[in-house]
C-alpha cells in the first residue's frame, strides 16, 4: 500500500497550475511569517545593509504522504523519550563515562565537559533542568513488511522550526479547503480529496515548556526584587528568526512573560550576576532600556550549539557564565551532551548492557521494547567492534552513514564516501564517530519544492518527521513536568544526504497520513 500511495502522488502540474501554487505560497508565506531572511551570499553586495529583508522559507507546494502508524507511534513515545534524556543528564556518572571517553579526541565536546566540572566544583545553585526536545524519524518504507518508524537523532539544544512547521500546516491546510465543496488550488487526487493535515501545536508545547519552567524558578533572588523574564540567546546574523519569534509572541501575548533576545557575543555586555549573592540570579539590562533591569528565570539556547559559535575563550567565558546563574537553562551542558551521537549508539547497543531497562526502571518492559524497536542500527568504530569492518568495506559502507557528535546539519559522511574519510584521520580519532545504518526511504515519493532564490523543483525525496517534547525535572531526576505536541516534516531531494532546513539542505513540508 506504501509503495502504491507514493508511486501516484503527487498529481501532475500544468504550468498555470505551478504559477498559481508558487504566487499563493509566495504570498501567504510573508503574510503569516512563513519566513527567513536571506542568505547574505545570494544577494548582491549591499543589498541588505540594514538587514531589513525576509524571503520565503523554502517549503513544498504539496503536503507528504506519512505513515498514520508511524506518526501516531512517535507521538506516543515522546514523553517517554523525554523522561529517557532527562535521566541520562542526571545520570552523571553513566554520562561521564561516555563522555570522557570522547574527550581526547573532541575538543568540543572536552570544552563542554569542562564547563560542567568547572561550574561543579564552584557548586550549581539552580537543581531544576528543562529540556526542548525533538526527536527526528524516517519510515522505513521496504516491499517486505509495513512501514517502521526508525529514530535518526534526538536533539537536546536548539530544536528548531515548531514555529514554522505550523505555519507550513496552516499554508496546505487552506490549500486544501479555501474552495467550498473542494479545493480548486490542486489538481484532483484522492489524498488531497480526502484530508488535512493533523493539527500542529508546536508553538503551544515549546512556549509552555518554557512558561513552566519560569513559574517554577520561584521568587526574584535578587537582593532587590526584580521583575523576572525569559532570555532567548540567538546567533548573530540569526537567518531563522520567525521561527524564534513565534514562541516569543505566545509567550508574551498569551503567557504575559517579559521575554527578550540576546545575541551570544553580548552576554557580557547586557547581564550580570552579583558577585555578593550566593544565589546568583542573572541579571538582564535590556541596551534599548538602560534604565531598567530584570532577573532572568529560564536562558533558553538557540546558539551555542557549533564548536564555530565558541570563537575565542571569551566565549566559554559567557557560556560558562549562564552555566553557573541561577537561571534555568534550557538545555544545561550536561543535557547538550546528552544529545551526543555516541549515547545514542551506546543505548541501541543489541548485545551487552541493556541501558534502556536500567535507566528507565519504573517503566514497563513492553514500552520499553517499543522505544529500542525506533532504533536503527548503529556501531562504534573500535578495533574489536564490527563498526570498522562495515565502515571500511566499500561495499557495506554504501549502507551506512557516519555521524560525529554535532548538531545543526552539514556534518555527516555518506555511504561511498565512508572508508576513504576513515583512512584520512588517524585511527585513534576513529572513536569519535559512529556508524549508523541508512534508513530506507518510500522510493517512489515525490514533491515539488520552492526554494528560498524562488527556483522550483520537482523529483524524488525523501521526508523526515520530528516530534517536540518538552519536560522540567530536577538534579535527582524526579520529573515536574512532561509533555509532547507538534511536529516537523523537512523533505529534501533523495539524491542530497543531509537534512537541516537551516543549512540548506531540505524544505519545510507537512504530513498527510494514510
Known sequence: MAETIYANYPPQLSPEQQEFLVAFTKDWAIQNGLAVRPNPALLPEGADANHVLATTAPVTLFPSPFPKACFEEAQAL?????????????????????????????EFVANLWQTHLAVQKEGYVQNLSLGL?????????????????????????????????????????????????????????????????????AVETLSNGLAVAHEAYGQPKSSAALPLCILFVVQEGERNVFDQLALFKRLTTFHKIPVFRIYSNKIFDQTSIPSSNPSRPLVYYPPHSPSSAFEVTTVYLRAYYSPDEYKSPRDWEARTHLERS???????????????????????????????????????????????????????????????????????????????????????????????????????????????????????????????????????????????????????????????????????????NEGGVAAGFSSLDSVLLF
Open 326 to 496: 541561577a537561571a534555568i537553562k534550557c538545555p544545561t551542558v550536561l543535557n547538550q551532551l546528552s544529545g551526543c551521537k555516541k549515547v545514542q549508539q551506546i543505548l541501541a547497543q543489541p548485545t551487552g548492557p541493556d541501558h534502556l531497562s536500567s535507566l528507565l526502571k519504573d517503566v514497563d518492559a513492553a514500552r520499553i521494547s517499543r522505544l529500542r524497536e525506533t532504533f536503527a542500527p548503529q556501531y562504534d568504530l573500535s578495533a574489536s567492534g564490527q563498526g570498522r569492518d562495515l565502515a571500511l568495506n566499500p561495499e557495506t559502507a554504501m549502507k551506512h552513514v557516519l555521524k560525529p557528535q554535532r548538531e545543526g546539519g552539514g556534518n555527516n559522511i555518506y555511504k561511498s564516501e565512508i572508508p576513504d574519510f576513515l583512512k584520512s584521520l588517524p585511527e585513534s580519532d576513529w572513536k569519535s564517530w559512529v556508524l549508523m545504518e541508512i534508513i530506507n526511504p518510500a522510493p517512489n515519493a515525490e514533491n515539488v519544492a520552492l526554494r528560498v532564490d524562488g527556483e522550483v523543483l520537482r523529483g524524488n525525496v525523501i521526508s523526515e518527521l520530528g516530534i517536540y517534547g518538552t519536560i522540567l525535572w530536577d538534579n535527582t531526576g524526579k520529573i515536574h513536568y512532561n509533555d509532547q505536541g507538534g511536529w516537523l516534516l523537512r523533505t529534501k531531494g533523495k539524491e542530497v
Open 78 to 106: 515522546q514523553t517517554l523519550y523525554n523522561q529517557l534524556y532527562a535521566t541520562i543528564t542526571s545520570n552523571q556518572e553513566w554520562l561521564g563515562k561516555i563522555i570522557e571517553d570522547l574527550t581526547d579526541v573532541d
Open 133 to 201: 526536545f525533538r526527536s527526528d524519524y524516517m519510515a522505513d518504507v521496504t516491499p517486505t513488511h509495513d512501514p517502521a518508524l526508525k529514530q535518526v537523532e534526538f536533539n537536546t539544544i536548539s530544536a528548531s522550526f515548531g514555529g514554522l512547521s505550523d505555519r507550513v500546516r496552516s499554508l496546505h491546510t487552506e490549500l486544501l479547503t479555501s474552495s467550498p465543496g473542494g479545493s480548486i488550488n490542486y489538481p484532483s487526487h484522492p489524498l488531497l480529496e480526502s484530508q488535512t493535515p493533523p493539527a500542529n501545536n
